[in-house]
């Protein structure tokens, strides 16, 4: 009977996985979100559709690890260093976006005839945009470094960040509105007491465990210790009264300002995005069909004042704190859909009992049409920043900018091109190293751990991990390198960076080098420039030293 169940999961997930890898492909053609196809996959393969799954319970459970690796991803990304001079517009703005938008959420749906508790959880989903939807439209059109962008990523963290309390609060609702505040706030403030103590204790002690774990050079120990603390730590906070997605945020900021950060990230990231994907087709899973359509009368009410609330309430704050009208207008129209953090608190809210059947339904038709839509909204930011200021009559406010300059740093003004990229800095790309510093700008990737810390305490820019992982590539700024050099002797990396390389910037010349003739054809083949082998420049020095 266990092995009928254990297969009967199994052919879920594989119904669930080879679904959404179909409907993602149509989604990808129509350039549309692929979030949107995996939630349209639940509602075909759940028990309102075709009923091809059986246990939607094992499935949400699948689900929650999703959400706790997308909270660890953020964890792990969120930075000081990266927050840099855009610190104020990010932290006020974010306070400023959420609050607005709870408060405007309340007051529509109050005025609609929802009840208190469904305008409250309204207010708190309507305030989170998509981090997902938004990164991958900035990255598509190569603007992830563009000022607007940088505040866009910025104020999306602080949505993220606002996110754990607002799903700490909906887990707790029941027992705050049976009056039970003191109880509920004595849980909290043992918890978060709880979870100071871990912070503090893991910021010191976890980096140190992994530093030991890296040093075994075992990918596989690596990936499994990632795991293992990520989830562990989440179940941890989870049986302290606080949310799963708190522990994973907490496990990844611990990790966060390690040298090794990108690495994890890079090997996570792949685990997250299966999980990811069962988690949205999950909440199709929730999803009538029937009642869907019958309230998309009021989804199509709502989604405008959405979409024009929060487009106001991102806009302002960008504004305020010294920024062009166009970037605001980018920053405001870019962050005008519903997030996934907002289908994590609408299946909360669902579970809890917390919203009506249609209120659910029409939430859910709202957030899929504005994610339709912002793709649209992004690509025709500049057209309507054009619109705002010669037609409507206060368009000319837009031009104006307030008093407060934001400071613009370093980094803003510096970007790096026409650099050098290193790839394995063992006894030959060491010496290429040194021979080239001074002359070039220069970004090394290593993996070794112990030759990582030296060349980083020689001063090179350096990033730890493998050429074969594309986010540690285009970290190193591949799309704007001139030379990429592959000094490790692994053919098959070799290969798989030159791949990426060659994607993300076709004129880079790539040098390699060979350990034979064989090799060294290999390597012409897929698109190696220049492939050296060691032994014959040793044959020939050799050569010239006997005829001399």
Known sequence: ??????????????????????????????????????????????????????????????????????????????????????????????????????????????????????????????????????????????????????????????????????????????????????????????????????????????????????????????????????????????????????????????????????????????????????????????????????????????????????????????????????TAVKVGLGLTQIGEFSFVMLTMCHQHGLLEPSTFSATIAAALFSIILTPVAINNSDRVYTFFTKTLPFGKVLKYIPHYKHAISVDDKKQVSNHVIICGCGSSGSKVANELKGKYELAIIEHDIQTFEKISAAGFKCFYGDAINHHLLIKARVATASILILSFPDIDAKKIATRYAKVYNPDIMVIARARGETEKTELHHIGVDHVIIPQSLEALDIISKVIS
């Open 1 to 326: 009977m266990e092995e009928i169940d254990s297969a009967t999961l199994i052919i879920d997930i594989v119904i669930i996985i080879f679904s959404s890898f179909l409907f993602g492909i149509f989604a990808h053609k129509l350039k549309q979100s692929v979030i949107f196809a995996y939630i349209m996959v639940g509602i075909l393969i759940g028990p309102h559709g075709l009923a091809l799954i059986s246990k939607i319970g094992e499935v949400n459970s699948l689900a929650e690890i999703g959400v706790a690796l997308l909270m660890f991803i953020i964890g792990i990304e969120f930075k000081y260093s990266n927050i840099g001079s855009i610190w104020k517009v990010i932290i006020f703005g974010g306070i400023f976006q959420v609050t607005f938008m709870i408060g405007a959420g309340f007051g529509l749906s109050t005025y609609m005839g929802c009840s208190t508790v469904d305008s409250i959880m309204l207010g708190m989903i309507g305030s989170v945009s998509s981090t997902m939807i938004v990164v991958k439209i900035l990255t598509e059109r190569d603007e992830l470094e563009e000022l607007h962008a940088k505040l866009m990523v910025g104020l999306l963290i602080a949505q993220d960040l606002a996110v754990v309390i607002m799903v700490t609060f909906i887990i707790n609702f029941k027992e705050i509105e049976s009056g039970n505040v003191l109880s509920v706030a004595k849980a909290l403030g043992y918890g978060m007491l709880a979870v100071t103590g871990i912070v503090f204790v893991g910021r010191k002690l976890l980096p140190k465990v992994m530093y030991l774990i890296v040093k075994t050079k075992s990918k596989e120990m690596f990936l499994l210790s990632i795991f293992s603390f990520a989830i562990g730590i989440s179940v941890t906070t989870h049986l302290l009264g606080l949310s799963f997605a708190l522990g994973a945020f907490i496990t990844g900021f611990m990790l966060s300002e390690a040298e090794y950060n990108l690495e994890i990230s890079t090997l996570i990231r792949p685990l997250k995005d299966i999980f990811v994907v069962i988690f949205f087709v999950s909440v199709g899973l929730f999803i009538d069909p029937r009642v869907l359509l019958a309230n998309i009368p009021l989804a199509l009410t709502i989604l405008p004042l959405i979409i024009l609330a929060k487009f106001v309430a991102c806009a302002i704050p960008v504004w305020v704190f010294g920024y062009n009208g166009k």
